[in-house]
């Protein structure tokens, strides 16, 4: 932990989109903020968009591209140019109303913030966080509001983090401020054995570790990215994910301590993929046609000249431009797109087969025929019909969380 040259610790708190949809929970936040800061911390806050507004720009600018009754795919630099905008509004809205308390309050971009990518547009990763003009205004005493989901590549362009990017911002800057704490704020207060929307008995779990959260956020659990788990734990950052109105409850998530718990943790589902499967096709093909679809992939297996491999979609402008991409660049290739995955994630789960075993009869009695199955010490994931989604991620549950 790092002091500011007065003694005070500094925490970063992030606060979603759903936080500040509006004036009156920008009010609220702001209150939030103030009184962390009165209680004798140095406070960054970074914020993402209110509301949906990202899907709003999102949409806006697919619908100028129509002409002619044609659509054409925006570029990917003016989306970023576009969607940035969004957390603009909530840093500028979020300290005008903490200066309206009585506070002096900053609001930085994230270039401003020195948060540098890599030149990717739409989903860069963060590569350097050099925060001096952050530091510089902590030392005055002032609070720092942060655009998220955004920084300056190396050709110092404006990019974006992709979904769930603030969360990203907000642990790098805890990691290059030396924060006492990363405090995640949303509409849910922690992280559950399962999404309770889908599976209504979900748990909640007080304490997790880094490696099984980041497992289980990248199978599809939304409450905090996966890119922001895997800084915090390469960095050794506690997180506390939290409810924005209701304090009850959090999970802390932080690295391993002495005393392990084994077994299963929670189930995740991911619907935004798409499969690809091949036979008689060379694998460096395959990933040279989704280098040039502009796509990433995940469980990658192989076998000689056959293979298959999950393409996650969550992080692209439109899955529809995406299925034409990978069909135009891989027309030997079969794709499906009405298929989910399903996994669940948990300490030792390779072990004797015992887990696999249980976790395909939990997809039989779901009626859930497994496309593909890969497992691991930490998580076992299967693709599955994406309307037999639900009911696969109940059974499971009801199977491995006690």
């Known amino acids: 932990m790092r002091e500011t040259e007065i003694g005070r610790p500094v925490i970063v708190q992030k606060y979603g989109g759903s936080s500040v949809a509006d004036v009156e929970k920008i009010g609220r936040v702001a209150d939030s ?18 509301g949906k507004t990202t899907d709003s720009l999102i ?6 591209t129509n002409v002619n009754g044609s659509r054409s795919e925006p570029a990917r630099r003016e989306l970023d140019m576009l969607v940035s905008t969004g957390e603009r509004v909530s840093m500028s809205l979020l300290s005008i109303a903490i200066q309206a308390r009585g506070y002096h309050a900053i609001s930085f971009t994230g270039s401003q913030s020195g948060i540098l990518t890599n030149d990717r547009h739409f989903d860069a990763r963060i590569i350097e966080v ?28 404006i990019t974006t983090l992709g979904r ?12 290059a401020l030396e924060a006492d704490r990363c405090e995640i704020y949303s509409d849910v207060d922690g992280v559950y054995s399962a999404d309770p929307r889908v599976v209504p008995e979900a748990k909640h779990l007080p304490e997790l570790d880094h490696a099984i959260l980041q497992e289980m956020a990248e199978a599809g659990a939304k409450v905090v990215c996966a890119q922001a788990v895997e800084w915090a734990r390469k960095r050794n950052i506690v997180i506390h994910a939290r409810s924005t109105f209701d304090r009850s409850k959090e999970t802390i998530v932080a690295p391993p301590g002495t005393k392990q718990l084994a077994g299963a943790r929670a189930v995740t589902g991911e619907a935004k993929i798409s499969f690809l499967s091949w036979s008689g096709v060379s694998s460096s093909s395959v990933v040279e046609g989704l280098q040039r679809a502009g796509l990433a992939y995940k469980d990658l297996a192989l076998a000689g000249d056959r293979g298959s491999a999950i393409i996650p979609l969550l992080n692209v402008p439109s899955a529809d431009k995406a299925h034409d991409a990978l069909r135009a660049a891989l027309p030997h290739v079969e794709i499906s797109n009405d298929v989910a995955t399903v996994s669940v994630v948990g300490d030792g789960l ?12 939990a997809l039989t009695e779901a009626q859930a025929t497994p496309r593909a199955l890969s497992a691991g010490p930490l998580r076992i994931t299967a693709v599955i019909p994406a309307d037999r989604s639900a009911e696969a991620q109940r059974a499971i549950h009801h199977v491995f969380v006690k």
Do not use: C, W
């Open 164 to 175: 769930g990017g603030s969360d990203t911002t907000a642990v790098a800057l805890a990691a």
């Open 130 to 157: 050099r925060p001096h003009r952050i530091e510089d205004e902590l030392s005055r005493g002032s609070i720092v509001i942060v655009a998220g989901y955004q920084g300056m590549s190396y050709k110092r362009e």
């Open 33 to 50: 903020v103030v009184a962390a800061k009165q209680a004798g911390n140095d406070v960054v806050v970074v914020v993402s968009a209110m």
């Open 350 to 361: 390779a072990g004797d087969g015992t887990a696999l075993g249980q976790f395909v009869a």
């Open 59 to 64: 949409a806006l600018a697919h619908s100028v």
